[in-house]
Structures are given as structure tokens and as C-alpha cells.
């Protein structure tokens, strides 16, 4: 005979003390989630907020209009970039970007039609540089276009882009430069010398220099045709300026430098040539935009200054070879 057993007796009390439990737990999730919103809701809308949204923008900060007369590019930036590049162009903003999006002025720019002061590489944009890169964006990156705003609106962008370059910020980055070769050296790093008041003058003075406009220089318009004859030239002066030890033979960016732990970008990121094949190319993919490329180099990457060593001609021609390779 098989035994039952009957399952213990819960007390009148306990139960009436679960049952109040249940009843008050969602009323007590609801009123937690609640009171973690009120709290962090300040937060929130203290920051500048993307396009789709009035929330979270700066007390002084509307909506930009549609066509304004004279639009304010302040307002224009914490509405259309700073989520990315931070209120005050610093690449702090709320997207978090890895790595993070540009801190003007202390990261070079990259995409620019200028010669620098010592003529060794690209320079200080112009209106236009800037311009151009709001209205493409810059293809394979987060960077998106602003082609479908005003004219107006993307002068006033270019103009406040330009306010956040200042010579301290440069200066900051000159700094930071000198300590991170000290620190790599036998010697160390030493504030009271290496950044001594004579230095310190001269980084202001080196600041002062990279702050104004850079240099333009005449591009080969218009652009000559490609031929294959010229295709042909263009994958010998590839060949022989050494392009393939970053873009490798094909133009796939395999070359033997992108394997190298140390090919970095002056920033410390990993620097990785562009894959010539992909018909991504960030600075813009005219002739013109690539021969630019080319000239000038891209600063803050390895990819270097080439106008000074190569030919026009052979420009032109290289140019008609990358651009062949566009899959």
C-alpha cells in the first residue's frame, strides 16, 4: 500500500504576505523604472541630439530653419554633428565612435586641396575642402553626407568647423607628440624640459603656422582622358613608387606594410590602405579628388606626400591606373 504524503500547510499569515508580494511587484517595477528615468533624464538632455529629435539639445539650441538667411552654424553643428564629433568638435560625442570621430584641430585633417608651410605634405583645408567633404561624406565610414542641406547651411557648417581649429588645440597635440616619443626613448619623458617654456613657444609658433590657410596649388584641368596607353605608364609608376608596399600588386591593400604591427596612423590606430578594387575611395573618386590624394598624401596616415618626387605626368598616369582598378 502505497502512502501519501500531504503537502506542508502554509501558514495563513505567510500566504497572505505572498500574495501581497505579487500584487505589489509590478506596481513596484513600474514605479522603479519611473524613478530611473526621472534621474536619468538630466543627463540625456544635457547633451546635443541628432537629427530626428528637438530632445536633448543645448538650452540655447532650436531646431535650425529651412533656409535661413544668415543660418547659425553653431546651432547647425549640435543638431547635425556633435552626437559624432562632440558639442565642442572635440570627437566626444554620445555615438561613441571607435575610433573616435574627428577632434578638430587636433587631428589633421585629411581631405584637403593644400599644401602645408613646409610644403611636406597636406595642410589647413580651405571653405571648399571642408565643403566637399559635408556634402559627399566620406565613403566607408560614419561619416554621412549633407548634400540635401542649403548651400547656405553648408557654408555655415564649413565656417564653424573651421572656429573649433585653435592654436591650443594644436598645441595640445604637439605635446602630446613630444611626450609620446620621450616616453619611447632611454631618457623618458621629463615635463620641466620637454616641454620647457622655449618649446612651448616654439609648438605656439609651429600652431600658429598650421592654423592659416594652406597653400593651393594648380591641378591639371581639365583632366586629361584615360587611354590604355596611360593605364599602362600608370601601373609602371605604381609599380616603381612603391605603392604596392602598402596597396599591395592587385591594389587589394594587402601589401607587406599592412601587416606590420607598427604601420600606424598618428594617432596610434591601425592604419589600413584602401583596398584600390573597392570604389571606396574617402576623399572623393574624380580624377581630381585622387590626384589630390596622391600629391598631396593624407596626413595623419602613413600615406605619403608624392607630388614633390613624381612627375605630373606620371601622376596623371597613376591616376588612370587607380582609377582602373575600380571593380
Not at 44 to 57: F, V
Request: charged share 20%.
Amino acid at each position: 500500500m502505497i502512502e501519501t504524503v500531504s503537502p506542508p500547510t502554509i501558514p495563513f499569515r505567510l500566504r497572505l504576505l505572498m500574495r501581497g508580494f505579487l500584487f505589489a511587484a509590478p506596481f513596484v517595477l513600474i514605479g522603479g523604472v519611473m524613478w530611473g528615468g526621472f534621474r536619468v533624464w538630466p543627463l540625456l538632455s544635457a547633451q546635443p541630439a541628432g537629427p530626428y529629435s528637438q530632445s536633448g539639445l543645448a538650452p540655447t539650441t532650436s531646431l535650425p530653419d529651412v533656409n535661413p538667411e544668415n543660418p547659425d552654424g553653431y546651432k547647425l553643428f549640435q543638431f547635425h554633428c556633435a552626437n559624432c564629433h562632440g558639442a565642442h568638435g572635440d570627437g566626444v560625442g554620445l555615438a561613441g565612435l571607435t575610433p573616435r570621430a574627428r577632434y578638430f584641430g587636433y587631428d589633421k585633417f585629411k581631405f584637403v586641396s593644400t599644401t602645408n608651410a613646409a610644403k611636406t605634405g597636406g595642410g589647413m583645408p580651405t571653405d571648399d575642402d571642408i565643403h566637399g567633404v559635408l556634402r559627399r561624406g566620406i565613403a566607408g565610414s560614419p561619416m554621412p553626407s549633407f548634400g540635401h542641406l542649403p548651400e547656405s547651411q553648408l557654408r555655415a557648417l564649413a565656417a564653424q568647423v573651421r572656429k573649433f581649429v585653435r592654436v591650443e588645440v594644436i598645441v595640445a597635440r604637439l605635446k602630446d607628440i613630444v611626450k609620446a616619443k620621450a616616453m619611447l626613448s632611454d631618457e623618458g619623458f621629463e615635463e620641466k624640459s620637454d616641454w620647457s617654456p622655449a618649446a612651448l613657444d616654439k609648438m605656439r609658433l609651429m600652431a600658429t603656422k598650421e592654423v592659416e590657410a594652406g597653400l593651393s596649388f594648380e591641378l591639371p584641368t581639365p583632366f586629361p582622358q584615360s587611354t590604355p596607353e596611360a593605364v599602362a605608364r600608370g601601373k609602371l609608376v605604381f609599380e616603381k613608387a612603391a605603392c604596392v608596399s602598402c596597396h599591395g600588386a592587385n591594389g587589394l591593400g594587402d601589401g607587406p606594410q599592412s601587416k606590420d604591427a607598427k604601420f600606424l596612423n598618428e594617432n596610434g590606430t591601425k592604419a589600413v590602405p584602401r583596398d584600390l578594387t573597392a570604389g571606396l575611395f574617402k576623399g572623393g573618386d574624380s580624377p581630381h579628388h585622387i590626384y589630390l590624394r596622391v600629391f598631396l598624401g593624407i596626413p595623419g596616415t602613413p600615406m605619403p606626400m608624392s607630388g614633390l618626387t613624381v612627375s605630373q605626368s606620371d601622376l596623371i598616369d597613376l591616376v588612370h591606373f587607380v582609377k582602373s582598378l575600380d571593380r
